[in-house]
Nanobody, 117 residues
Framework: QVQLVESGGGLVQPGGSLRLSCAAS????????MGWYRQAPGKQRELVAE???????NSADSVKGRFTISRDGAKNTVDLQMNSLNPEDTAVYYC???????????WGQGTQVTVSS
């Protein structure tokens, strides 16, 4: 059974930084893509950044230049370094992974990120 476990959320002041980490387990085949989505109150879940098994990345325009996604394929982990955070980044952040063979998308339980002074 695939499980995604996130860590690293919390409260940070505007302009600050946080690093989110996610570890995936339960797949002997690995994952085609891993990444992060977020959902703010009253809004739809949206892509933050995603990275494929080949290292290609896709990210939201709102985070380009501030957030960096990285992945360890051997360990099935994905990290999101978030810099220059602003209140608009406040949301629940969800780790996601697409199974390599089934192409099914899995989700973590989410971790809260709050940017406030």
């Amino acid at each position: 059974q695939v499980q995604l476990v996130e860590s690293g959320g919390g409260l940070v002041q505007p302009g600050g930084s946080l690093r989110l980490s996610c570890a995936a387990s339960g797949s002997t085949s690995g994952f085609y893509a891993m990444g992060w989505y977020r959902q703010a109150p009253g809004k739809q879940r949206e892509l933050v950044a995603e990275i494929s098994s080949r290292g290609s990345t896709n990210s939201a325009d709102s985070v380009k230049g501030r957030f960096t996604i990285s992945r360890d394929g051997a360990k099935n982990t994905v990290d999101l370094q978030m810099n220059s955070l602003n209140p608009e980044d406040t949301a629940v952040y969800y780790c996601t992974a697409v199974h390599l063979t089934s192409r099914r998308r899995y989700w973590g339980q989410g971790t809260q990120v709050t940017v406030s002074s």
